[in-house]
């Protein structure tokens, strides 16, 4: 998912407010920002990385825009209304070997 940030607009080092790991944002925020252009390159036709040299936008510059649109977007995500009841998945199951199984008459013969 894309952040809204952009080279004009990057990400703010400190977090928002509503963001659910601060320390992890300073971290993604960061490298994101080390992952774009020099400021000589971001008009240029054909910019690369200014910490990796690749082809901009790199991959490692996605994948921090990613992470850091799927901070945003969970935050952002409506909490269920007061009426509305939240469903827990079933806790997960034992697994019971097959001998013991069929001793007890759990399993199909």
Do not use: F
Request: with cysteine; charged share 15%.
């Amino acid at each position: 998912m894309r952040s809204p940030y952009t080279l004009d607009n990057p990400p703010p080092d400190e977090p928002p407010s509503e963001v659910l790991v601060p320390s992890l944002w300073r971290v993604q925020a960061r490298w994101w920002k080390r992952h774009t252009p020099a400021l000589d390159q971001q008009s240029a036709k054909h910019p690369v990385c200014r910490h990796c040299g690749q082809s901009w936008p790199c991959h490692s510059w996605a994948c921090w825009d990613g992470q850091l649109g799927q901070a945003v977007h969970q935050s952002q995500a409506p909490e269920p209304d007061a009426g509305e009841t939240r469903v827990n998945p079933a806790p997960p199951t034992r697994a019971v070997p097959l001998g013991a199984a069929l001793t007890a008459g759990l399993a199909p013969t």
